[in-house]
């Protein structure tokens, strides 16, 4: 089973939401796919909040609270202890960390893990309790971190 990582962000205050959507597209992305050199991470998605009319009226017509995250990151490996590295603190972190610092503000930012339980669109079970293997393989991408566009972030 897929375990992720998911960062719910906000900007940097002295940031633009489009400052930090390129920085974080363009700079952070880059220095993420550097840093994994034990290619623990299996995927990476960078999901951008926009700025769109439906937004505020899909929150009015279920009553939740306004969206104020910029964007969130989806970050999946195969295991728990793939995700840990096995305990250690190392360069994957350490880079990643000290950029985070130029564009999020980590103070007003969650992070949470979540399992994965993808769901049969025609019968509305879930895919693992109809015996089928894990929605994502490691086959099913290239190479890690390199989205194919086959079945969404």
Known sequence: MAIRLMFLLRRAPHLTREEFSRHWLNEHAVLAVQADSERRVRRYCQLHAMDHPTQRAIEADRQTLPAD???????TFDSIEQMTGGGR????DAVLKEDEKRFIDMSRSMVMIVDEHEINLTTG?????QGHAAPISKG???RPFRHTGEDGC
């Not at 995250?69 to 970050?75: K, L, S, T």
């Not at 079970?125 to 309790?129: F, G, R, T």
């Open 140 to 142: 099913h991408f290239a």
């Open 69 to 75: 995250f910029d964007g969130i990151a989806e970050v």
């Open 125 to 129: 079970q879930p895919l693992s309790q």
């Open 89 to 92: 603190v190392d360069a994957f």
